[in-house]
């Protein structure tokens, strides 16, 4: 092996004793200690590994060919022989080889088809500071499977910025090793950019500063392709003779990456526009300056709306030093930071794990397929949030990858087995019985990354075109009538043939597996194949389901979720009455639609038949004054029709009658002055004995509506019926006979006075009960009579024969003592012929002017 001295041996008896000892380990090791191409080299020979394979995980499928071809080269092989890889789309390993560099996605698919991993000795999750989903599901996977299958797999989590004791303590106490990195010297300068200036701007004139004040080529961090393609432009003429642009982010072809980080030819420098990519795992030659802008582009999850948005924010702390140590790897450098001083004591610590900001779906989908009934079976350095969590459980429901229990169905299996985002594994598997498998295999691949698509139409909206692109360079054009199109997406869509070969190999190979799970002589159902332009449409709804969108009078769309969207300006696609939307950018209030294909409303029936529910509703409507019944056939939140009912259910009537009654009891029932006296009477005898009486108050009638009022509604509709209702008696007839004849008792409705008069007793107002009698008609009454169970005085409203008040009391004895006299001067004044005794205790009470008739 041809082995040049690393900082990273010095620690390599170390690791070795740690994993012999305790079957885990945790390696840190700063940038340039050779961590990733030396480590699994040195530990291939360990006794532990005899006859075993090992597993080493990058994080990027540029980082797996790049580790794997270095450390063939240290063996003096081929990629392929002892050390191969394995990523998406790409596998180069034999029977002799015994370490496998593969990508996130790859070792969920190893682990799923054989939890137990036989034959492997040694997973190695390098990089795992990225912390991407598919890294922490691994390791959980990897740590189940090592607890109930596999005590002699041994585990190597390594990393340059890791915080080391959450993962050991993961591991299960397991040691950490630390290594020394072989870093030059960086220097640090603040360069800052104002508010104002374009990001591109700002790069392009750092650039030229860097090139004029130091040697070496310069790696540029940029948050997207979209900023570096502006980027690339800014520069274009502005560079010194001899300094190339080298673009570096994850959807170019492998050869322009391969050309990204090897060395600038002869004497010349380069400039390398890289996104994260170039953070960690890669080595780019001859780099002594990095200038980086500071930002992020991450896709942040919503799980009220169920949709992700790509979002730029500002790169945290750790990210930034990686960043900056690429300047060092090779001699002296320094880096150019697009913030200031003040800006960067700001920084947060460490860039947030992806689980607590993706979309979970394929997670919950891989958990599903191990068996897990829940995250809380397995083991996590962050456990899946709640809601993000639910809200994928939700969508795999309505894909039918689960059952109404959360189990894997047989159609979940096949998704899973896909390897795909569970949304395309969905729509390939429905696309394939109806002979449009291709298509849905080409619409997968362009979905998965729909910005490679450039030219004059780069904003319109509808993806024909785009996959009209990829149909074509596959020799499968739309056909037919639609030659046409084919030829104006050519012409509007342009993308690099490098690319468009990559699509065309990552969806053949899917189309191979797809055909693969359906028995072989079994032909589909139909052939769409030749009419995908037509179905395009329907191929996004089965992808997205969620997405489905009906216009709304005003150009926008309502999607099935009950979210809005429209597009951001005018488009081919603006009057069609529904749409399938493959992208959509979620920030604001509404959705701006960006992908979408027309969609036929026939094909709700026929494809999406368990979303449509016939919802009968019966409304009150004020105008009409009656309960109005329809009929509506919704798909989630779009109303496709809604019709009068003719014969509504019953139970639906009287529901929206005890609403309007409970809403409005006051204004639309019949009270009248009877009804309301019975009512006040039993809420007075309410307050006296809670427990015994019932709430008859407007509130606690609305409140109860349905037992207070329901028997006697049977055939109501209008509001002349709920006129008919005799509220007195339904009081009544709730009360009972014996509660009515102790109602009578304690709560009268008249008194009697000494004149013989019956007093109507008033049970509202501040001062109830009370009666209003001349004070004539009350000599000789001793006392204030009481009522309510002997609780509650009368209050008397003593009036004078003109029935003017005169006095109110609810003690009459010691009116009489004490306030009579004065009282009966004035009246004696005022009505010089009424009797006025000078004894009221002894004096007969009268109705007229005096007791013996006025003599």
């Known amino acids: 092996m041809n082995k040049l001295p690393m900082p990273i041996d010095e620690v390599i008896p170390a690791l070795r004793e740690s994993l012999t000892a305790h079957g885990a380990a945790v390696l840190v090791a700063e940038p340039g200690a050779g961590k990733t191409t030396r480590t699994p080299l040195e530990l291939l020979s360990e006794p532990w590994m005899d006859g075993q394979q090992m597993i080493l995980l990058e994080p990027r499928r540029l980082a797996a060919r790049s580790a794997a071809a270095y450390m063939a080269r240290q063996l003096g092989e081929e990629v392929g022989g002892t050390v191969g890889y394995r990523i998406r789309t790409e596998s180069r390993v034999s029977s002799r080889t015994r370490i496998t560099v593969v990508t996130e996605g790859i070792l969920t698919r190893m682990l799923q088809n054989d939890p137990a991993l036989i034959g492997t000795g040694l997973i190695i999750f390098d990089e795992f500071h990225e912390r991407s989903v598919h890294a922490d599901l691994g390791l959980a996977l990897a740590?189940?499977?090592?607890?109930?299958?596999?005590?002699?797999?041994?585990?190597?989590?390594?990393?340059?910025?890791?915080?080391?004791?959450?993962?050991?303590?993961?591991?299960?106490?397991?040691?950490?090793?630390?290594?020394?990195?072989?870093?030059?010297?960086?220097?640090?300068?603040?360069?800052?950019?104002?508010?104002?200036?374009?990001?591109?701007?700002a790069v392009a004139r750092t650039v030229r500063r860097a090139l004029s004040e130091h040697e070496g080529s310069a790696l540029v961090f940029l948050p997207g392709a979209r900023e570096i393609r502006r980027t690339e432009a800014a520069l274009a003429g502005q560079l010194p003779p001899g300094v190339t642009v080298a673009p570096l982010y994850g959807a170019l072809s492998q050869a322009e990456q391969q050309r990204a980080i090897e060395p600038a030819p002869g004497s010349g420098r380069k400039v390398v526009l890289a996104t994260s990519i170039a953070e960690t795992s890669l080595t780019v030659s001859g780099i002594t300056v990095v200038i980086d802008c500071g930002l992020r582009r991450t896709a942040l999850f919503s799980?009220?709306?169920?949709?992700?948005?790509?979002?730029?924010?500002?790169?945290?702390?750790?990210?930034?030093?990686?960043?900056?140590?690429?300047?060092?790897?090779?001699?002296?450098?320094?880096?150019?930071?697009?913030?200031?001083?003040?800006?960067?004591?700001?920084?947060?610590?460490?860039?947030?794990?992806?689980?607590?900001?993706?979309?979970?779906?394929?997670?919950?989908?891989?958990?599903?397929?191990?068996?897990?009934?829940?995250?809380?079976?397995?083991?996590?350095?962050?456990a899946p949030p709640a809601a993000p969590y639910g809200q994928a459980v939700g969508l795999l429901g309505q894909l039918g990858a689960l059952d109404g229990a959360g189990r894997i169905t047989a159609h979940g299996r096949d998704m899973a087995g896909l390897g795909l985002?569970?949304?395309?594994?969905?729509?390939?598997?429905?696309?394939?019985?109806?002979?449009?498998?291709?298509?849905?295999?080409?619409?997968?691949?362009?979905?998965?990354?729909?910005?490679?698509?450039?030219?004059?139409?780069?904003?319109?909206?509808d993806l024909r075109g785009r996959l009209a692109v990829l149909m074509a360079a596959g020799g499968e054009g739309s056909g037919g009538h639609h030659a046409a199109h084919d030829a104006y997406a050519t012409r509007a869509f342009a993308a690099d043939s490098a690319d468009v070969r990559r699509l065309l190999i990552v969806s053949r190979q899917w189309e191979q597996r797809l055909a693969a799970m359906f028995p072989p002589d079994a032909a589909p159902a139909v052939d769409l194949e030749r009419d995908w332009y037509e179905y395009c449409g329907l191929l996004i709804a089965f992808a997205y389901p969620d997405r489905i969108a009906r216009r709304r009078g005003d150009g926008r769309y309502l999607l099935r979720s009950g979210r809005g969207a429209a597009f951001g300006s005018v488009q081919p696609l603006s009057g069609e009455p529904y749409l399938a939307i493959a992208e959509v950018d979620d920030e604001g209030a509404e959705g701006r639609i960006l992908l979408s294909a027309p969609l036929?409303?026939?094909?709700?029936?026929?494809?999406?038949?368990?979303?449509?529910?016939?919802?009968?509703?019966?409304?009150?409507?004020?105008e009409v004054g009656a309960v109005r019944a329809r009929i509506r056939l919704t798909f989630g939140a779009i109303v496709l029709k809604d019709n009068p009912d003719p014969t509504p259910?019953?139970?639906?009537?009287?529901?929206?009658?005890?609403?309007?009654?409970?809403?409005?009891?006051?204004?639309?029932?019949?009270?009248?002055?009877?009804?309301?006296?019975?009512?006040?009477?039993?809420?007075?005898?309410?307050?006296?004995?809670?427990?015994?009486w019932p709430d008859v108050s407007d509130e606690g009638l609305a409140l109860n509506a349905e037992d207070w009022f329901g028997p006697y509604m049977a055939g109501f509709r209008k509001k002349a019926d709920l006129q008919t209702l005799s509220l007195h008696s339904i009081l009544e007839n709730r009360l009972g006979w014996q509660l009515i004849q102790e109602l009578n008792t304690e709560a009268p409705t008249h008194l009697s006075v000494p004149s013989g008069s019956k007093i109507p007793i008033r049970y509202e107002g501040p001062q109830a009960p009370y009666a209003a009698v001349r004070l004539q008609e009350v000599f000789g009454m001793m006392e204030t009579p009481r009522i309510?169970?002997?609780?509650?005085?009368?209050?008397?409203?003593?009036?004078?024969?003109?029935?003017?008040?005169?006095?109110?009391?609810?003690?009459?004895?010691?009116?009489?003592?004490?306030?009579?006299?004065?009282?009966?001067?004035?009246?004696?004044?005022?009505?010089?012929?009424?009797?006025?005794?000078?004894?009221?205790?002894?004096?007969?009470?009268?109705?007229?002017?005096?007791?013996?008739?006025?003599?």
């Open 788 to 855: 309510g169970y002997g609780r509650i005085p009368v209050t008397l409203h003593l009036l004078s024969p003109a029935s003017r008040p005169v006095q109110v009391t609810s003690d009459l004895s010691s009116f009489w003592h004490n306030t009579y006299f004065e009282v009966k001067k004035d009246l004696k004044g005022r009505y010089p012929k009424h009797y006025w005794p000078d004894d009221p205790f002894a004096a007969t009470a009268t109705r007229r002017v005096r007791p013996d008739g006025g003599k």
């Open 600 to 622: 036929r409303e026939s094909w709700l029936a026929e494809f999406f038949a368990d979303g449509l529910r016939e919802e009968k509703s019966a409304e009150w409507d004020d």
């Open 143 to 201: 740590l189940q499977s090592r607890q109930l299958l596999r005590e002699d797999l041994r585990l190597l989590v390594m990393s340059a910025t890791l915080e080391a004791e959450p993962v050991a303590e993961l591991l299960g106490g397991a040691p950490v090793v630390q290594s020394r990195g072989r870093m030059y010297p960086v220097e640090t300068v603040y360069v800052g950019r104002a508010p104002q200036e374009a990001l591109e701007t």
């Open 649 to 692: 259910a019953p139970e639906l009537v009287l529901e929206a009658l005890l609403k309007v009654v409970a809403e409005q009891s006051s204004r639309i029932l019949p009270w009248n002055a009877k009804s309301r006296q019975l009512q006040a009477r039993i809420l007075f005898l309410r307050r006296v004995d809670e427990e015994k």
């Open 303 to 382: 799980p009220r709306t169920g949709m992700s948005r790509l979002v730029t924010v500002r790169a945290a702390r750790d990210s930034a030093d990686q960043r900056r140590g690429r300047a060092g790897r090779e001699r002296p450098g320094v880096c150019y930071r697009l913030w200031s001083e003040a800006e960067d004591r700001m920084l947060a610590p460490s860039t947030p794990p992806e689980m607590l900001e993706a979309d979970l779906a394929p997670l919950a989908l891989e958990l599903a397929a191990w068996g897990a009934a829940s995250p809380a079976e397995l083991a996590w350095l962050d």
């Open 421 to 461: 985002h569970p949304r395309l594994a969905h729509m390939l598997l429905r696309a394939h019985p109806l002979g449009l498998g291709r298509a849905a295999c080409r619409l997968a691949a362009l979905l998965e990354e729909p910005g490679l698509f450039k030219g004059p139409a780069q904003g319109d909206g």
